[in-house]
């Protein structure tokens, strides 16, 4: 890239790191310091608000670079990731959202320790929404990386290193100083750009096509080098059996992890009602929907404009494509256009980034003090509120620590993918407790911490021993081989696992279930009676 694209994309990124900044130390100031303040923004966000806050925490870097990525590159097969996203927003409205407002305070521990031994409960559900928290937050700081490899040229290894160590530290600081609501705000400026960069784009490709979507794609097929293959199923996830049962996998994780993903849980009680809460979901659907439609036509113009070997050529993992292809529609290299677009699709790029990796880490951290250290502290104490509030802080600084150490190992693979295991490790140990938990009568603590370990065990060895981690040239660690596990995403194995292991927890155990506590869940959760 030339000086001009990385001075002003950089002017740009300086621009939104002030402008939010700004935001979190005005925020700070207007708050009181309670956990319920830091936690949730004090319950006082409208449904449009918490709705675009949604979108702007799911709308992350793998939504942005990754999936339009694995479409340049893989044609159809990429779109199972926008279709995955999506549709998994239907079990979130249908299942979750208004029942986990009005059973929850501001964790999933909440909703499932209402009806259970709070301790063990609480630990097993904390540990588990860190793990996940830690792994999605990977995915961001690799796409940080890789912008701003992009920008400088791809050639400086130890700027991609510093700017996966500046992502994680300037997400300590926002979750550290300004909490919920802060974090909130960063989310509805960081939707709106994203939304409004996308929707430029987009019309730019139609137009480079004149409209016509139908050479849109036989270009990008002729492009790709495979022809009609290119829109048939099969280019990634074909051929061997392992191919296509990793494509079922990883449909049934992104379909199912949304509603056990932490930071999405949490923002559910940021809204004072549970009608809020879903009218929250409708709007998030419809911002979020239009979206990962944009994303299938930034893909294929992508392989349409700059070609599948150009977009590999620039990162291996396909996470550049749409800064190319914003290169290209507005003029191309050296141009004013092209200088000015690329400038701002890589400016909104890493503001989705920092605003996700906030949300992120102020949920793992608030799993971290509200649920494994109230749960560990001395018996016979309470803890008071600030010091709850003080623990979280120090936790964002743990988490983001140990997210930057895994993102620099793990900088070669899509941003997209990484979050599928994310997904995956989510819908196999999060959300079977919380189903059994809403809906099962029977459903005893045993069984809960069973149903949490036993997905979330499983999920992790899984991955461990996968070609994601070693046994392929892809593999974090390349030049070893203990893989034994064949498929890439677990989520077709661990989570039934997850789903069986409540189940023989519960039939199991020498519990008896508690009919009174189940009773009063179900109408609180059903009619909101003694919510938060």
Same mark, same amino acid.
């Given at each position: 890239?030339?000086? @001009?694209?990385?001075?002003?994309?950089?002017?740009?990124?300086?621009?939104?790191?002030?402008?939010?900044?700004?935001?979190?130390?005005?925020?700070?100031?207007?708050?009181?310091?309670?956990?319920?303040?830091?936690?949730?923004?004090?319950?006082?966000?409208?449904?449009?608000?918490?709705?675009? !806050?949604?979108?702007? $925490?799911?709308?992350?870097?793998?939504?942005?670079?990754?999936?339009?990525?694995?479409?340049?590159?893989?044609?159809? &097969?990429?779109?199972?990731?926008?279709?995955?996203?999506?549709?998994?927003?239907?079990?979130?409205?249908?299942?979750?959202?208004?029942?986990?407002?009005?059973?929850?305070?501001?964790?999933?521990?909440? +909703?499932?320790?209402?009806?259970?031994?709070?301790?063990?409960?609480?630990? !097993?559900?904390?540990?588990?929404?860190?793990?996940?928290?830690?792994?999605?937050?990977?995915?961001?700081?690799?796409?940080?990386?890789?912008?701003?490899?992009?920008? %400088?040229?791809?050639?400086?290894?130890?700027?991609?290193?510093?700017?996966?160590?500046?992502?994680?530290?300037?997400?300590?600081?926002?979750?550290?100083?300004?909490?919920?609501? /802060?974090?909130?705000?960063?989310?509805?400026?960081?939707?709106?750009?994203?939304? !409004?960069?996308?929707?430029?784009?987009?019309?730019?490709?139609?137009?480079?096509?004149?409209?016509?979507?139908?050479?849109?794609?036989?270009?990008?097929?002729?492009?790709?080098?495979?022809?009609? &293959?290119?829109?048939?199923?099969?280019?990634?996830?074909?051929?061997?059996?392992?191919?296509?049962? $990793?494509?079922?996998?990883?449909?049934? !994780?992104?379909?199912?992890?949304?509603?056990?993903?932490?930071?999405?849980?949490?923002?559910?009680?940021?809204?004072?009602? =549970?009608?809020?809460?879903?009218?929250?979901?409708?709007?998030?659907?419809?911002?979020?929907?239009?979206?990962?439609?944009?994303?299938?036509?930034?893909?294929?113009?992508?392989? =349409?404009?700059?070609?599948?070997?150009?977009?590999?050529?620039?990162?291996?993992?396909?996470?550049?494509?749409?800064?190319?292809?914003? #290169? &290209?529609?507005?003029?191309?290299?050296?141009?004013?256009?092209?200088?000015?677009?690329?400038?701002?699709?890589? /400016?909104?790029?890493?503001?989705?980034?920092?605003?996700?990796?906030?949300?992120?880490?102020? /949920?793992?951290?608030?799993?971290?003090?509200? $649920?494994?250290?109230?749960?560990?502290?001395?018996?016979?104490?309470?803890?008071?509120?600030?010091?709850?509030?003080?623990?979280?802080?120090?936790?964002?600084?743990?988490?983001?620590?140990?997210?930057?150490?895994?993102? %620099? #190992? =793990?900088? &070669? %693979?899509?941003?997209?993918?990484?979050?599928?295991?994310?997904?995956? +490790?989510?819908?196999?140990?999060?959300?079977?407790?919380?189903?059994?938990?809403?809906?099962?009568?029977?459903?005893?603590?045993?069984?809960?911490?069973?149903? +949490?370990?036993?997905?979330? +065990?499983?999920?992790?060895?899984?991955?461990?021993?996968?070609?994601?981690?070693?046994?392929?040239?892809?593999? %974090?660690?390349?030049?070893? @081989?203990?893989?034994?596990?064949?498929?890439?995403?677990?989520?077709?194995?661990?989570?039934?696992?997850?789903?069986?292991?409540?189940?023989?927890?519960?039939?199991?155990?020498?519990?008896?279930?508690? /009919?009174?506590?189940?009773?009063?869940?179900?109408?609180?959760?059903?009619?909101?009676?003694?919510?938060?």
């Amino acid at each position: 890239m030339t000086d @001009d694209h990385q001075t002003l994309a950089l002017l740009l990124f300086s621009a939104f790191i002030v402008v939010t900044l700004g935001i979190t130390t005005w925020v700070s100031r207007n708050r009181h310091g309670s956990a319920e303040e830091f936690y949730a923004g004090g319950r006082l966000f409208s449904p449009l608000e918490n709705g675009f !806050a949604i979108a702007g $925490d799911y709308m992350s870097a793998a939504s942005f670079l990754g999936i339009s990525g694995l479409i340049a590159l893989f044609g159809y &097969d990429g779109m199972l990731y926008s279709v995955g996203f999506l549709v998994a927003w239907l079990v979130v409205l249908l299942l979750v959202a208004e029942l986990v407002r009005n059973c929850g305070r501001f964790t999933l521990a909440d +909703v499932v320790a209402a009806r259970m031994a709070e301790r063990p409960v609480r630990i !097993a559900a904390g540990t588990s929404s860190v793990t996940v928290s830690v792994l999605y937050l990977v995915a961001q700081m690799v796409g940080a990386g890789s912008l701003v490899a992009l920008l %400088l040229g791809g050639t400086s290894e130890a700027a991609r290193s510093w700017t996966v160590v500046g992502v994680g530290a300037l997400m300590v600081i926002y979750v550290s100083i300004g909490g919920m609501r /802060a974090t909130t705000w960063i989310q509805i400026v960081k939707a709106v750009l994203l939304m !409004a960069g996308t929707i430029t784009l987009t019309v730019l490709v139609l137009l480079r096509f004149h409209g016509d979507f139908n050479h849109l794609l036989a270009t990008a097929a002729e492009r790709s080098g495979h022809g009609r &293959d290119f829109l048939a199923p099969g280019l990634r996830y074909g051929g061997e059996w392992t191919s296509r049962l $990793d494509f079922i996998s990883l449909g049934v !994780a992104l379909v199912l992890g949304t509603a056990g993903l932490p930071h999405i849980l949490s923002r559910f009680y940021t809204v004072p009602t =549970a009608r809020a809460a879903r009218r929250s979901v409708v709007w998030a659907i419809g911002l979020i929907g239009g979206f990962y439609l944009m994303t299938i036509v930034l893909g294929f113009g992508a392989a =349409a404009i700059i070609g599948p070997d150009a977009v590999r050529a620039s990162n291996a993992a396909g996470n550049t494509a749409v800064p190319l292809l914003a #290169l &290209d529609l507005g003029g191309g290299a050296g141009s004013t256009g092209g200088t000015v677009l690329f400038a701002i699709v890589a /400016a909104v790029a890493f503001a989705t980034i920092l605003a996700v990796v906030a949300g992120i880490t102020l /949920a793992s951290s608030a799993s971290v003090a509200h $649920d494994l250290y109230a749960s560990l502290r001395r018996r016979g104490t309470r803890a008071k509120p600030y010091s709850e509030v003080t623990v979280a802080r120090i936790a964002a600084a743990g988490i983001g620590a140990a997210a930057i150490g895994l993102g %620099l #190992l =793990a900088r &070669d %693979l899509n941003v997209a993918f990484l979050v599928g295991l994310a997904f995956a +490790v989510a819908a196999s140990a999060n959300l079977p407790v919380l189903l059994y938990s809403l809906f099962w009568r029977n459903f005893t603590t045993r069984g809960a911490v069973w149903s +949490v370990y036993g997905g979330l +065990v499983p999920a992790v060895l899984l991955v461990v021993f996968s070609p994601v981690v070693s046994g392929s040239p892809d593999a %974090l660690f390349p030049g070893v @081989d203990f893989h034994v596990f064949p498929l890439q995403n677990p989520g077709v194995v661990s989570i039934p696992l997850g789903f069986l292991a409540g189940w023989v927890g519960t039939v199991t155990s020498s519990e008896p279930p508690d /009919a009174a506590k189940h009773a009063e869940t179900e109408v609180r959760a059903l009619t909101g009676a003694g919510a938060v």
